[in-house]
């Protein structure tokens, strides 16, 4: 037996050779047919391997060796729901095998599950390092101790500086503790190291997609995978960060082929649908939702993803289905206020109003249990940006930025119909449709950095001490961070992110020239639209009415004060002027940007770009006109809303004076 163990490592055909004369003196000797599973499986015979693991596991249940080898095997055989269970396995009969872990980890990452593949990863750490040092800071890791962990890692490497392994797991404790710059420059400590430390480079490239570096981050884990092609994490990784860069065709060739090793996982049908959404592939989009629930009936997100479709409606069997599940007391919140959104657009479609209205309250109640938005905070950022923005701030700098004309910027509320106005521009030949770029928000982001402050409004004042020439250079760095997301040679392309209008001041600095849209809906029907709108991230203050029109007051505020500050700069379109009279409209939007009128912007609809939004079906139709009406519906339970909103709401279109 050791020698034939020595064999697998140098040579795994003259270890079957031995195996086999063991087993023909001594049949069904457990360690020799593991040893043989194991060989198979080397030589690239998995299914050989499968056979003899199957029938050994039934006689030895308990032995973790067999099960680990189980998972290893059915990953080969491109099985990863059954890897997973196998895995789970080996590390519950064994709870300090490193190797069960990692490759544990791997297939949790690979199916969007990250906190428990942290874990995983935690807990190979634990048991891999033999130092005790570093065995207390990966334990601290795993009980999420990270003041602990950083502690000892900190004094570990004032002793060993270039001891890789816990340079990458202080960076992680980075992460977690929220310090990315931190983070980054320890996993690039690590890969100046160790270049083919693939554990790192995979962390750097998480990292750097966390963080909306998407270019980068693709580099990184393509060069991942050119090393190891058929890692589950690499691919999975791989996938999300094509979603993101709006290479949709690769992310789905992806997905695809992971969802034929965990046909079994929820989470990955769902991640495979988003992108087939976005895509406009909508009956295979439903069908990959579907399927998602059929694996998972509890699953929630599932189901909002459907009712997100805007256009799609449920059965009368969904409906009893999501009724059956939110009547469960030990469904988790997440899951619950997931159903309850999805609910509201399942009544609000049969007109019963009331039912609808009860179940969006119910679904914003859960998910502000949650959260902490402070409405007044907001609106002290506001006053503070209509300080530092003055005419005059405007005026000592107007020669700041870059001279280039490409971005054009829609702004506003969310749901206040900027994915129409991006889709009726993306229709002309000359512009090119993007989608919500994060770049802005991540330079102010930057900025605050620079002031050591978490407040939103500071980094106006980190403005305040650029040079022209430092203006500049932050203009042409936009411009390089958002060329990933163009796919063609068109002139002009369109960031639509609506929050960008706490940002105009930095927009108006850097790009001087960029066109800067405001779409702007009816106080009720863009509040209300919030309202009933469950976003993945972001967007905190739209889940009480009264702080969603407090926000909607402080939007109007701003906006104001940049038409004073900047007069001309900003073009707002009204949605309901849109809807009315789209001809007019688009020809008014073409002429401040300075585009000549094309006929194919009032057939946006048939423009086949990806959407990524949650309009993306309705502006796949023609004008959508129900959107100016909705909330009428809903009326008799807006009151918060009117109250709050005052004179807003009584002067729209009109704004106060400020």
Same mark, same amino acid.
């Given at each position: 037996?050791?020698?034939?163990?020595?064999?697998?490592?140098?040579?795994?055909?003259?270890?079957?050779?031995?195996?086999?004369?063991?087993?023909?003196?001594?049949?069904?000797?457990?360690?020799?047919?593991?040893?043989?599973?194991?060989?198979?499986?080397?030589?690239?015979?998995?299914?050989?391997?499968?056979?003899?693991?199957?029938?050994?596991?039934?006689?030895?249940?308990?032995?973790?060796?067999?099960? @680990?080898?189980?998972?290893?095997?059915?990953?080969?055989?491109?099985?990863?729901?059954?890897?997973?269970?196998?895995?789970?396995?080996?590390?519950?009969?064994?709870?300090?095998?490193?190797?069960?872990?990692?490759?544990?980890?791997?297939?949790?990452?690979?199916?969007?599950?990250?906190?428990?593949?942290?874990?995983?990863?935690?807990?190979?750490?634990?048991?891999?390092?033999?130092?005790?040092?570093?065995?207390?800071?990966?334990?601290?890791?795993?009980?999420?101790?990270?003041?602990?962990?950083?502690?000892?890692?900190?004094?570990?490497?004032?002793?060993?500086?270039?001891?890789?392994?816990?340079?990458?797991?202080?960076?992680?404790?980075?992460?977690?503790?929220?310090?990315?710059?931190?983070?980054?420059?320890?996993?690039?400590?690590?890969?100046?190291?160790?270049?083919?430390?693939?554990?790192?480079?995979?962390?750097?490239?998480?990292?750097?997609?966390?963080?909306?570096?998407?270019?980068?981050?693709?580099?990184?884990?393509?060069?991942?995978?050119?090393?190891?092609?058929?890692?589950?994490?690499?691919?999975?990784?791989?996938?999300?960060?094509?979603?993101?860069?709006?290479?949709?065709?690769?992310?789905?060739?992806?997905?695809?082929?992971?969802?034929?090793?965990?046909?079994?996982?929820?989470?990955?049908?769902?991640?495979?649908?988003?992108?087939?959404?976005?895509?406009?592939?909508?009956?295979?989009?439903?069908?990959?939702?579907?399927?998602?629930?059929?694996?998972?009936?509890?699953?929630?997100?599932?189901?909002?993803?459907?009712?997100?479709?805007?256009?799609?409606? @449920?059965?009368?069997?969904?409906?009893?289905?999501?009724?059956?599940?939110?009547?469960?007391?030990?469904?988790?919140?997440?899951?619950?206020?997931?159903?309850?959104?999805?609910?509201?657009?399942?009544?609000?479609?049969?007109?019963?109003?009331?039912?609808?209205?009860?179940?969006?309250?119910?679904?914003?109640?859960?998910?502000?249990?949650?959260?902490?938005?402070?409405?007044?905070?907001?609106?002290?950022?506001?006053?503070?940006?209509?300080?530092? @923005?003055?005419?005059?701030?405007?005026?000592?700098?107007?020669?700041?930025?870059?001279?280039?004309?490409?971005?054009?910027?829609?702004?506003?509320?969310?749901?206040?119909?900027?994915?129409?106005?991006?889709?009726?521009?993306?229709?002309?030949?000359?512009?090119?449709?993007?989608?919500?770029?994060?770049?802005?928000?991540?330079?102010?982001?930057?900025?605050?950095?620079?002031?050591?402050?978490?407040?939103?409004?500071?980094?106006?004042?980190?403005?305040?001490?650029?040079?022209?020439e430092e203006l500049r250079q932050m203009g042409e760095h936009y411009l390089e961070t958002t060329r990933v997301h163009r796919k063609t040679d068109s002139p002009f392309f369109i960031d639509k992110m609506p929050n960008n209008f706490?940002?105009?001041?930095?927009?108006?600095?850097?790009?001087?020239?960029?066109?800067?849209?405001?779409?702007?809906?009816?106080?009720?029907?863009?509040?209300?639209?919030?309202?009933?709108?469950?976003?993945?991230?972001?967007?905190?203050?739209?889940?009480?009415?009264?702080?969603?029109?407090?926000?909607?007051?402080?939007?109007?505020?701003?906006?104001?004060? @940049?038409?004073?500050?900047?007069?001309?700069?900003?073009?707002?379109?009204?949605?309901?002027?849109?809807?009315?009279?789209?001809?007019?409209?688009?020809?008014?939007?073409?002429?401040?940007?300075?585009?000549?009128?094309?006929?194919?912007?009032?057939?946006?609809?048939?423009?086949?770009?990806?959407?990524?939004?949650?309009?993306?079906?309705?502006?796949?139709?023609?004008?959508?006109?129900?959107?100016?009406?909705?909330?009428?519906?809903?009326?008799?339970?807006?009151?918060?809303?009117?109250?709050?909103?005052?004179?807003?709401?009584?002067?729209?279109?009109?704004?106060?004076?400020?």
């Open positions: 037996m050791k020698h034939a163990s020595q064999l697998l490592e140098a040579d795994p055909v003259l270890a079957v050779e031995q195996l086999q004369a063991i087993l023909e003196a001594i049949p069904n000797h457990g360690p020799a047919l593991l040893l043989l599973a194991i060989a198979r499986r080397r030589l690239g015979q998995p299914q050989a391997a499968l056979e003899i693991l199957v029938p050994l596991i039934e006689v030895q249940k308990n032995v973790s060796a067999a099960h @680990f080898e189980l998972g290893l095997t059915q990953a080969a055989l491109g099985r990863g729901d059954q890897a997973i269970l196998a895995l789970r396995r080996a590390v519950k009969l064994n709870p300090k095998h490193p190797l069960a872990w990692r490759h544990l980890a791997d297939h949790l990452m690979a199916i969007g599950d990250t906190q428990a593949g942290d874990e995983a990863y935690a807990h190979h750490i634990h048991c891999s390092t033999q130092n005790p040092r570093l065995q207390r800071a990966a334990a601290a890791m795993v009980k999420n101790d990270m003041a602990t962990a950083e502690r000892l890692l900190k004094t570990h490497l004032s002793e060993t500086p270039t001891d890789v392994p816990a340079i990458r797991m202080l960076g992680e404790v980075a992460v977690r503790c929220g310090q990315n710059n931190d983070a980054e420059n320890l996993f690039l400590r690590c890969l100046q190291l160790a270049p083919s430390f693939a554990s790192a480079r995979y962390s750097y490239a998480v990292l750097l997609h966390r963080r909306n570096n998407s270019a980068e981050a693709l580099v990184e884990v393509e060069r991942l995978l050119l090393d190891d092609p058929n890692s589950p994490s690499h691919r999975n990784l791989c996938a999300v960060v094509l979603s993101r860069i709006g290479e949709y065709d690769r992310s789905i060739q992806f997905y695809a082929r992971l969802l034929d090793e965990y046909p079994g996982n929820a989470k990955v049908w769902l991640s495979y649908g988003h992108v087939l959404k976005t895509a406009g592939q909508q009956q295979t989009c439903i069908d990959a939702y579907r399927q998602s629930i059929n694996i998972n009936p509890s699953f929630g997100e599932a189901y909002w993803s459907l009712a997100n479709l805007k256009t799609f409606r @449920f059965t009368e069997n969904d409906l009893e289905a999501m009724h059956q599940q939110v009547s469960n007391t030990e469904l988790d919140n997440e899951n619950r206020l997931h159903f309850h959104f999805a609910m509201g657009k399942a009544f609000e479609d049969t007109k019963d109003h009331a039912q609808a209205f009860e179940h969006y309250k119910k679904g914003n109640e859960t998910y502000s249990e949650e959260i902490n938005y402070n409405a007044d905070l907001n609106h002290k950022r506001i006053q503070s940006l209509k300080k530092q @923005f003055t005419p005059d701030f405007f005026a000592a700098r107007t020669d700041s930025g870059t001279d280039k004309h490409d971005p054009i910027f829609i702004v506003g509320m969310p749901r206040s119909g900027s994915t129409l106005l991006e889709q009726i521009l993306s229709s002309h030949s000359a512009v090119e449709g993007t989608t919500e770029l994060p770049d802005i928000i991540s330079m102010a982001k930057v900025l605050r950095e620079e002031a050591g402050s978490g407040e939103i409004a500071v980094f106006a004042e980190v403005l305040a001490s650029k040079s022209s706490l940002y105009i001041g930095l927009i108006h600095l850097i790009l001087p020239n960029a066109k800067i849209i405001d779409a702007r809906r009816h106080p009720l029907g863009c509040c209300f639209s919030n309202f009933k709108q469950y976003y993945a991230r972001g967007q905190s203050f739209s889940y009480a009415l009264s702080d969603m029109a407090r926000f909607y007051r402080d939007y109007v505020e701003l906006m104001a004060h @940049f038409d004073e500050a900047l007069p001309g700069r900003i073009h707002r379109v009204h949605y309901e002027n849109t809807v009315a009279d789209i001809e007019s409209e688009v020809r008014r939007m073409l002429d401040y940007c300075g585009l000549p009128f094309e006929p194919g912007c009032l057939k946006f609809f048939e423009n086949a770009r990806p959407v990524r939004t949650a309009s993306s079906e309705q502006v796949r139709q023609p004008i959508y006109r129900e959107g100016t009406e909705q909330w009428l519906n809903f009326e008799a339970w807006l009151d918060p809303l009117k109250i709050e909103l005052g004179d807003v709401l009584e002067l729209y279109p009109e704004v106060p004076n400020y």
